[in-house]
């Protein structure tokens, strides 16, 4: 196991004005910090007169002290050069270099077990024109959690900075070689075939002037064969994995042994036109409760994704692409940011426009139902009562016509002759279609007769397969109590009267929500489905939670 360890050392006599290094991580080729096999580091950039520092990438807390270490000298410097080495990961458009120690990182943890790129970058910065920084890449690490890839991300280079990347082995070289040689420009050390050059590339800016003659490297410094530089191509081919990567791969090599590797993810990259969208997207990372308000969105906007899961399956895909069309985005059903921004705007104005419109409806409601009331119900005869309920159920006045008619149910009781009153006791002690019915056939112009004949009509649509299929939606939602409890509180708050806020979903609530899904045009059931409470909870700005 590599020792923890964090090295200054000693700054050689070189130039008066003063130059300052920092290594983080071992190139391949050799073990420790600075193994014999691989290129001396420390020894080529000390001969060019720097001062070196040299963190230990055992863990992340040793990369950032040696970083901190090296920042405390960085005010007043003329040239900066940052070495990394070690395996890569990236998220959308940041990159960390990950410690020795980093075990099975997402993107959760990645912070505590790498150091970030950007970080880095934003360091070198603080000597423009004169900051180099060699991003040595190697081998990808095989445990990594949700959220990452492996390899560098598009990189933010601030203004002045140059970068130099590669695989590890070849940046090692380009620093003991290239780089310490005297008279090349910025544009010419990133014109070396085997590296990549990025950022500040000025052909105006000598690194080295003639005169800085760099201590030569090792006689027996290890030099990568042709092989191995075919697969350091290849593996930055992969790393991109872009047909403009692996077309690069076939130019230099179009006989080489990955080339018809290279092909194949060519012919896979033509044949998805939206790759770098769903690439994109994928890079986002977006959690089950963020796609599923996504389809909630999706939902309120009418663009009907088939479900609010969390699982974009073709009807979300197919509701994506509907939103696209309808936005001049390009149809690719693969979101971006600023789409899921847009989104959400317009779903939230909907949702308030629909909220708006529900008030309309129910005050009209209420004012068809006070006026059928007075010249049905209001005088109080069950003929009246009973014509009322018909139409209003859920009405305004329904609680007191129930009550009216049990009044007049108890009286007809006290009047009914006893053979009368006993048949109906059997029939409501039964509670069934059935046994309604033979009341009925015993007593056709019973005092009952009236009550009896509702009785069925209640028991029927409640057993009718509607009344099943909507009962099945609510199971299947899975709701625990503290969301139910929720339910109820918005509908309370609409004043919508749903009884006790306790989970327990009675008569009253079932009337709550039957007056909610009526006044939103919803599919009046008395019972929850997924737009239902998408609608209930989104517009109080409430999560739903399933057990």
């Not at 990236?90 to 790129?117: F, H, I």
């Not at 500040?200 to 800085?212: H, K, V």
């Not at 057993?463 to 609510?474: F, I, L, T, V």
């Not at 939103?520 to 109080?540: I, P, Q």
């Amino acid at each position: 196991m590599r020792s923890v360890i964090l090295l200054t050392l000693a700054m050689i006599a070189g130039p008066a004005t003063a130059d300052r290094a920092l290594i983080l991580g071992q190139p391949e080729g050799g073990r420790g910090i600075f193994g014999a096999s691989a290129p001396d580091l420390a020894a080529a950039y000390e001969g060019a007169g720097f001062t070196v520092i040299g963190g230990s990438p055992a863990t992340a807390a040793l990369m950032r002290e040696g970083l901190a270490r090296f920042l405390e000298g960085v005010e007043g410097e003329r040239r900066l050069v940052i070495h990394l080495s070690g395996s890569f990961v990236r998220s959308g458009s940041d990159t960390w270099l990950l410690a020795d120690d980093a075990k099975a990182p997402n993107l959760a943890t990645v912070a505590g077990q790498g150091l970030a790129l950007s970080t880095v970058l934003e360091i070198a910065a603080e000597v423009p024109g004169q900051s180099v920084v060699l991003i040595g890449s190697g081998a990808a690490p095989e445990d990594l959690g949700a959220g990452l890839s492996a390899g560098l991300g598009v990189l933010d280079i601030p203004q002045g900075v140059t970068v130099i990347r590669g695989r590890s082995a070849q940046v090692g070289a380009f620093a003991v070689g290239p780089l310490m040689q005297e008279g090349r420009s910025l544009a010419a050390l990133a014109a070396s075939e085997d590296v990549t050059g990025e950022g500040y590339l000025s052909a105006a800016t000598i690194w080295r002037p003639e005169g800085e003659t760099p201590e030569k490297p090792a006689d027996d410094a290890p030099v990568a064969d042709a092989a191995e530089v075919e697969r350091a191509v290849w593996e930055s081919a992969v790393d991109a994995d872009s047909k403009e990567a692996y077309l690069g791969y076939l130019a230099r090599y179009p006989l080489g042994q990955f080339a018809d590797e290279a092909r194949k993810a060519i012919a896979e990259i033509e044949a998805e036109p939206y790759r770098a969208e769903r690439k994109a997207e994928e890079a986002l990372d977006l959690s089950r409760d963020e796609r599923r308000q996504i389809q909630r969105n999706l939902t309120v906007l009418d663009y009907r994704p088939r479900g609010i899961d969390g699982i974009f399956g073709p009807g979300t895909r197919g509701a994506i692409k509907a939103f696209q069309e309808k936005n001049g985005f390009p149809p690719s059903t693969y979101l971006t940011r600023q789409q899921i921004a847009r989104l959400g705007e317009q779903a939230e104005r909907r949702s308030a426009e629909l909220e708006a419109e529900a008030e309309r409806r129910r005050l009209e409601a209420e004012r068809a139902d006070r006026a059928y009331w007075e010249v049905t119900g209001a005088a109080g005869d069950e003929a009246g009562l009973r014509v009322y309920l018909k139409k209003y159920p859920d009405g305004i006045y329904s609680e007191i016509a129930q009550e009216q008619l049990s009044i007049i149910e108890e009286d007809k009781r006290r009047e009914a002759a006893a053979q009368d009153r006993a048949a109906w006791d059997v029939a409501v002690n039964a509670n069934t279609v059935a046994s309604y019915r033979n009341y009925l056939v015993a007593y056709p112009k019973g005092a009952f007769a009236e009550e009896a004949r509702a009785q069925i009509a209640k028991l029927t649509e409640e057993a009718s397969p509607d009344r099943q299929e909507a009962r099945a939606r609510e199971e299947a939602l899975r709701l625990p109590q503290f969301t139910k409890v929720l339910v109820e509180r918005r509908l309370a708050q609409l004043g919508l009267e749903p009884g006790p806020t306790d989970g327990e979903f009675d008569q009253q609530t079932r009337r709550a929500i039957r007056r909610f899904q009526r006044d939103r045009e919803l599919e009046v059931t008395g019972f929850l489905d997924e737009a239902t409470v998408s609608r209930m909870l989104a517009d109080a700005g409430i999560r739903i939670i399933r057990e």
